[in-house]
């Protein structure tokens, strides 16, 4: 069993000069404020297993609030800022929360609801008058920690319920797997309702004793002011496209950096040739999602592979499957996973929990493949296969291939109604600053890289790319806006 995420704040905590946030707070000031935190929930009335619904822009209290909720017991659901009370109304209906923490301009919104409001400011003007030693009651490592919901591409969002133990396992395992020590400091610039910027990178930085500087926002400029005092940089792939832009980028604003990692949707093999090209730094790719924290990683030390997201964390495994079984090295099908940073179900949604799983391996949805090494590829959603003719293609190698051709900037395949094929290959593409690119260049450059049925039937120009939160392309928006592509034919 892994050492729980308080019991690690509490030896942390021992070390009275040891920095949480550089030019902020320290570890023993962080266990001091998530007491007065928890003791202020409790006078509240939240007791262990309660809901708290958290809503408010990026701040260093939901650190501290994240943690306080786990000394307490309560179930911590974090909402992206950005959702409207219309949409975060199916949260607050489906999580029924004991209270929701909300920035002061969206308390009224919130409450006309129906739900138990308080403004993340007044709850810590509560906190300041409370004791700061708490009363932590018993908690087991299968109780529940977290609900986040996934994205809800399809459908109405799932929360996601994850143990105490699932973010603990997770979090020692990539210690490790990173080389993460108490000389470290991260250079936070995630948002931090997701599992990237609040468990990834808040945890790792705990479970090392290590150290972060806090943005609340992502800025090129302040990234690259920032970098000189940073060890490690945990990005998406938006981030380093952005950086990539900016000519203050140099391996001396680099150099006191000893890992970049990049994760929440592929990056092109394009961007981390280029990264490497300016700054003399491979990035490091890694595999996760909601329901699983981080699955895979491309090594610390030896090759880590564009293209792919590397190998099994420890404790973990990864399968990949066709309809008949497990397949063999090299074959695609749906990746599936087992191991103790496997969510434990959807929440009140226990029919659909069960349909997800398979023989006690959780179906993530995704499509992969393992190479000879035992490096694994992901090849798209399975959702986003596009069966064209009766053929499989995968959006991923016709993004990869398409991503190699000059001036393009950004890629994404997809699938549209087709009266002949059934589907037809899409392909929405960005161009680089200064490119022109045409339809007929791009289809013709790809025959020799592609086979005939894999080639886009229509290339459509954009300026940009839809993308929600964490840089993921939306497909589904994608498919959606061109859904009577061919429905004249």
């Known amino acids: 069993m892994s050492v729980d995420v308080i019991a690690k704040l509490k030896e942390m905590a021992g070390d009275p000069g040891r920095v949480w946030i550089v030019g902020g707070q320290s570890y023993a000031g962080l266990l001091a404020q998530t007491g007065q935190l928890a003791n202020a929930l409790v006078s509240l009335g939240l007791k262990k297993g309660d809901r708290l619904l958290l809503q408010v822009e990026k701040c260093e209290a939901v650190l501290s609030l994240y943690l306080a909720c786990l000394r307490a017991g309560v179930v911590f659901l974090p909402v992206n800022p950005g959702y409207t009370v219309a949409e975060t109304a199916h949260f607050l209906q489906d999580a029924e929360p004991a209270l929701a923490v909300t920035d002061a301009d969206r308390v009224a919104g919130l409450e006309a609801l129906g739900s138990r409001v308080i403004a993340l400011p007044d709850l810590m003007s509560l906190a300041s008058g409370q004791r700061a030693d708490f009363a932590d009651p018993n908690h087991g490592p299968d109780d529940l920690a977290a609900i986040l919901y996934t994205s809800g591409t399809t459908g109405r969002s799932k929360g996601v319920m994850l143990s ?82 900016d000519p203050g980028l140099t391996r001396q604003s680099t150099a006191h950096i000893r890992l970049f990692l990049s994760g929440s949707a592929p990056l092109s093999p394009a961007t981390h040739a280029e ?76 029919e659909k929990t069960a349909e997800e799983f398979r023989d006690g391996w959780f179906v993530t949805g995704d499509m992969g493949a393992f190479d000879g090494e035992g490096y694994l590829s992901i090849l798209g959603r399975a959702k986003d296969l596009v069966i064209t003719g009766g053929l499989n293609v995968y959006p991923a190698e016709v993004e990869a291939a398409l991503d190699d051709l000059p001036g393009v900037a950004a890629s994404a395949v997809i699938g549209v109604p087709h009266p002949d094929f059934g589907e037809a290959v899409v392909a929405c593409l960005v161009a680089a600053k200064g490119a022109a690119l045409e339809e007929g260049t791009v289809r013709d450059a790809l025959r020799d890289r592609l086979a005939a049925f894999k080639i886009p039937k229509r290339v459509i120009l954009l300026e940009e790319l839809p993308r929600n939160a964490m840089g993921k392309v939306q497909k589904a928006e994608l498919r959606r806006v061109h859904a009577g592509l061919f429905a004249d034919r």
């Open 164 to 245: 105490r133990d699932n973010l603990a396992s997770n979090a020692e395992a990539l210690v490790g797997l990173w080389r993460f020590t108490e000389a470290d400091v991260l250079l936070h610039a995630l948002p931090v309702f997701h599992t990237h910027g609040l468990f990834v990178a808040t945890n790792c930085v705990l479970y090392s004793g290590a150290s972060m500087i806090f943005q609340r926002a992502f800025s090129p400029a302040a990234v690259l002011a920032a970098l000189p005092g940073a060890t490690v940089m945990m990005g998406v792939p938006t981030f380093y496209t952005r950086l990539l832009a």
């Open 275 to 350: 990264w490497q090209d300016r700054t003399g730094h491979a990035i490091l790719e890694r595999y996760g999602m909601t329901e699983t924290n981080m699955i895979t990683s491309n090594p610390y030390d030896g090759a880590r592979k564009a293209g792919t997201v590397g190998m099994p964390l420890p404790g973990v495994e990864v399968r990949i499957a066709g309809p008949s079984g497990v397949l063999p090295q090299g074959e695609a099908g749906a990746i599936e996973v087992r191991g103790p940073n496997v969510f434990h179900g959807y929440w009140r949604l226990p």
